[in-house]
């Protein structure tokens, strides 16, 4: 990612409803999944922290990213572990974590086939593992040039991967689905545009972020029930088999 485009995520993850909207479904699918977890959780491409202070409630927290620049920001977030590093040669020992996260990372990999043998690695026998990715190539935008992604996937590919790895899908789901048309519009719309590639975080009325946030949190409920045929985003929920 470009340098600027940590600063704005810095400044929008805390309140934007893109990015509450995601740690809370994140959060939904996992909870049921932590309450028996003993060990390490990691949060894998950590970006500027704001995962990491949801988390932290449930274990001891680890942050890991490939920028320092990032782990600057995550620093100012709180006193967690952050370690610099690939998400394609984790320093970790095998079965270090009882849960992971990988939210929006793995489309910024050139090949992201060795970062899913890594996040099974490291993770323990029955662990949990919840990724999220863009959805669609027909989205690609300057949101994509601007934070530097190689893909955006289908539930096909991203199961693909999950499955060829090792891992089990509990669930995989497109997610941001009620926002689906007029996102799509506006990316379509951005490429003709005579404007340097940059993140779409368009600033909304505190209100109508408000209300885009209670939007998320509805649908969030609704995925913990059904797979959504589509959407802007995807979500997979995925164990590793063992004991």
């Known amino acids: 990612m470009q340098a600027e485009e940590y600063a704005r995520m810095f400044q929008f993850e805390t309140d934007y409803w893109w990015f509450v909207g995601r740690r809370r479904l994140v959060m939904r699918l996992l909870q049921p999944y932590l309450s028996g977890c003993e060990g390490w959780i990691l949060d894998a491409g950590c970006g500027t922290g704001a995962m990491l202070c949801e988390l932290q409630g449930f274990g001891q927290v680890v942050g890991l990213d490939l920028e320092p620049l990032a782990l600057r920001y995550a620093r100012q977030r709180g006193e967690f572990a952050l370690v610099q590093a690939r998400l394609e040669s984790l320093p970790f020992r ?75 899908v509990q669930k995989l789901s497109y997610a941001v689905s009620v926002l689906f048309v007029p996102i799509m519009l506006f990316r379509w719309w951005d490429r003709w545009r005579r404007t340097p590639p940059a993140a779409t975080l368009v600033p909304v009325n505190p209100a109508i972020n408000r209300w885009l946030i209670r939007l998320q949190e509805w649908e969030a409920r609704l995925i913990q029930r059904v797979n959504l045929p589509f959407g802007v985003s995807l979500v997979a929920v995925a164990r590793k088999g063992g004991k």
Do not use: M, N
């Open 94 to 168: 095998a079965e270090t974590f009882c849960a992971i996260t990988a939210l929006d990372v793995l489309e910024h990999l050139p090949d992201d086939r060795p970062a899913f043998q890594e996040l099974w690695r490291v993770l323990q026998p029955r662990g949990v593992l919840v990724v999220t990715v863009p959805a669609y190539r027909f989205l690609w935008s300057k949101h994509d040039i601007a934070l530097r992604h190689y893909r955006r996937y289908t539930a096909r590919e991203l199961g693909q991967r999950l499955c060829e790895a090792g891992f089990e």
